[in-house]
C-alpha cells in the first residue's frame, strides 16, 4: 500500500520561502513520476511541478523560475521548495506519485496548507 503524507506548510509573507516534504511508503516500488499539486479556493487543482524516475522536471508556468521539486530516494521523501512566494501561491499543497509508465497520478497525500499574506 503506497502512503503519502505533506508537512511544512504555514503562512509566509510574500517574498518569502517555503519547504513542503512529502514523505513517500511505497514498499519495493519506485514511483515512475512525482509531483505536487495545488488546489486554491473556488479553484481547480493544477499540477505545480512533476519529477520522474529519471530526475527530468516539470514546472507550472505560474511557479516557473521560483520553485524546485526535488527528492531523496534514500530517505523516500520528495520537495517542493517555494521562493519568492506570492499570495496566489496560497492554497492547499498536494503530493502525489504514479507508479508505473505511463504517469497517472494515483496516489495522493492529504494535503497541506499555504498561505501567503500581502
Known amino acids: 500500500q503506497v502512503q503519502l503524507v505533506e508537512s511544512g506548510g504555514g503562512s509566509v509573507q510574500t517574498g518569502g520561502s517555503l519547504r513542503l516534504e512529502c514523505v513517500v511508503s511505497?514498499?519495493?516500488?519506485?514511483?515512475?513520476?512525482m509531483g505536487w499539486f495545488r488546489q486554491a479556493p473556488g479553484k481547480e487543482r493544477e499540477r505545480v511541478a512533476r519529477?520522474?524516475?529519471?530526475?527530468?522536471?516539470t514546472y507550472a508556468d505560474s511557479v516557473q523560475g521560483r520553485v524546485i521539486i526535488s527528492r531523496d530516494i534514500a530517505k523516500n521523501i520528495l520537495y517542493l521548495q517555494m521562493n519568492n512566494v506570492k499570495p496566489e501561491d496560497t492554497g492547499v499543497y498536494y503530493c502525489?506519485?504514479?507508479?508505473?509508465?505511463?504517469?497517472?497520478?494515483?496516489?495522493w497525500g492529504q494535503g497541506t496548507q499555504v498561505t501567503v499574506s500581502s
Open positions: 502525489a506519485v504514479g507508479l508505473e509508465v505511463p504517469c497517472r497520478f494515483g496516489y
Open positions: 511505497s514498499g519495493t516500488y519506485d514511483p515512475f513520476c
Open positions: 519529477i520522474d524516475r529519471d530526475e527530468s522536471t
